[in-house]
């Protein structure tokens, strides 16, 4: 099955831009979703698809992909953007099979 | 709003199984294009993908987990439910209840899991 693999942690300065990478061979076919975890809390979607974001996300949250490589941006990252992101796609396999990323902790100074 | 809230023991011993319910409101998990899936978190660990259950009943689940894993739907209840077998202590984890949907995105289809449960820790341990 597929991997998707995540930088395990990243620091952003208050007010700055921060671009969490996932890298996974399904990111060639499969568009990814990203997932923002606070501590104590579940999982909550910020953006999928081609800068899809639900009700509530605010637009400093965008995505690109490039190759095997998705990315999530924050620009003007907030002291409440501090979490945990996860990607998720559907596993190249094909099979109905999906894969988390492996996590980055992003901290905000 | 659809709110899914999951609930089942929080102690369960090796080799039984683990059995939870996710309870979903404001919305049917018979209305169609829906996946009702389940998710699990290792204590601080990343996010795994354990399955899910189509609207029209079809199953699908992580290969990792061996055929351990069975996923069913009681649509008189409005609840879904995962039954996981001969569990160890590398079970022990926080299980989520999820709605996934995939729906078609600028140059193809994206799926995503757009509502979660808050979690329900489930411990093995004898």
């Known amino acids: 099955s597929s991997q998707l693999t995540q930088d395990p942690a990243l620091s952003v300065a208050l007010g700055q831009t921060v671009r969490i990478t996932c890298r996974g061979d399904s990111l060639r076919s499969y568009y990814a979703s990203w997932y923002q975890q606070k501590p104590g809390q579940a999982p909550v979607l910020v953006i999928y698809g081609k800068n899809n974001r639900p009700s509530g996300i605010p637009d400093r949250f965008s995505v690109s992909s490039s190759g095997n490589t998705a990315s999530l941006t924050i620009t003007g990252a907030q002291a409440e953007d501090e979490a945990d992101y996860y990607c998720n796609s559907r596993d190249s396999s094909g099979d109905h099979h999906y894969v988390f990323g492996t996590g980055t902790k992003v901290t905000v100074l | 709003q659809v709110q899914l809230q999951e609930s089942g023991p929080g102690l369960v011993k090796p080799s039984q199984t683990l059995s939870l319910t996710c309870s979903v409101s404001g919305g049917s998990i018979s209305s169609g294009g829906y996946y009702w899936s389940w998710i699990r978190q290792h204590p601080g660990k990343g996010l795994e993908w354990i399955g899910y259950i189509y609207y029209s009943g079809s199953t699908y689940y992580n290969p990792s987990l061996n055929s351990r894993a069975t996923i069913s739907r009681d649509t008189s209840t409005n609840q879904f439910s995962l039954q996981l077998s001969s569990v160890t202590a590398a079970d022990t984890a926080m299980y989520y209840c999820?709605?996934?949907?995939?729906?078609?995105?600028?140059?193809?289809?994206?799926?995503?899991?757009?509502?979660w449960g808050q979690g329900t820790l489930v411990t093995v341990s004898s």
């Open positions: 999820a709605r996934k949907q995939t729906n078609y995105c600028s140059g193809g289809s994206c799926s995503y899991f757009d509502f």
